[in-house]
């Protein structure tokens, strides 16, 4: 079984440019979550896809990021413009039942 | 407010010893348990987990121990190998609403060859 496939791998953008990262889950999980992972700290959720809609994005700063699974399947996040304190892994899991599953995740860099 | 705690950032084993990893919570909620392994430059991979309706889950050399009462949970490696070495996450979940994982901020495990 494939694993959960996210692009790029690393990323380096300077403070206020936007930038894009992809999510491709586990084939049949409903389910689809963005971390955000900052150094030193574990994990922290982003927003939850069950299906094409969102469970949870209590934690998504709305105001400059945004996230998107249009059929179900692949994801989008999207941070615009972005800030130094965004630097971070982000982390997608997917889910059929317990437990999720990680990629190996977006490294992103601000400078 | 940390809801999962791993007091512990690193922890330092001699290979062939048992390796005790601690996670604390505080919301009586959670009722699903995880411990998650992270090598560098890798996504979590899961581990190993534990309902609240137990006290013990072992798979091979990891066993999970809860203590719903002390709001605890420990991860024993046993015997611990050189290969152990990553960092361990502990994460919860409340069953009763969205199965959504939160995560303590980790213990680097360094196993001595």
């Known amino acids: 079984e494939a694993g959960v496939a996210q692009s790029p791998r690393y990323k380096i953008i300077e403070k206020r440019q936007s930038v894009a990262f992809w999510c491709n889950p586990i084939?049949?999980?409903?389910?689809l979550y963005w971390y955000q992972q900052i150094l030193g700290q574990g994990p922290k959720l982003l927003i939850q896809?069950?299906?094409?809609?969102?469970?949870?994005d209590s934690q998504l700063p709305k105001d400059r990021f945004s996230a998107e699974r249009l059929k179900g399947v692949d994801s989008t996040l999207k941070i615009q413009p972005a800030k130094l304190e965004d630097s971070a892994v982000y982390l997608c899991?997917?889910?059929?039942?317990?437990?999720?599953?990680f990629g190996d995740g977006t490294r992103l860099s601000i400078l | 407010d940390q809801q999962v705690k791993q007091n512990s950032p690193s922890l330092s084993v001699q290979e062939g010893r048992i390796s005790i990893l601690n996670c604390d919570y505080t919301?009586?909620?959670?009722?699903?348990f995880l411990w998650y392994k992270k090598y560098p430059a890798e996504g979590p991979t899961f581990l190993i987990s534990?309902?609240?309706?137990?006290d013990k889950n072992e798979d091979g050399r990891f066993t999970v121990f809860l203590n719903k009462s002390a709001k605890h949970l420990s991860l024993h490696i046993v015997p611990s190998q050189p290969g152990d070495s990553a960092v361990y996450f502990c994460?919860?979940?409340?069953?009763?609403?969205?199965?959504?994982?939160?995560f303590g901020t980790g213990t680097r495990l360094k196993v001595l060859a």
């Open positions: 899991a997917s889910t059929r039942r317990q437990p999720q599953h």
């Open positions: 084939s049949g999980h409903a389910t």
């Open positions: 896809f069950q299906n094409n809609g969102v469970v949870d």
């Open positions: 919301n009586s909620m959670f009722d699903y």
């Open positions: 534990i309902s609240s309706i137990k």
């Open positions: 994460a919860a979940s409340a069953t009763s609403g969205t199965y959504k994982y939160i």
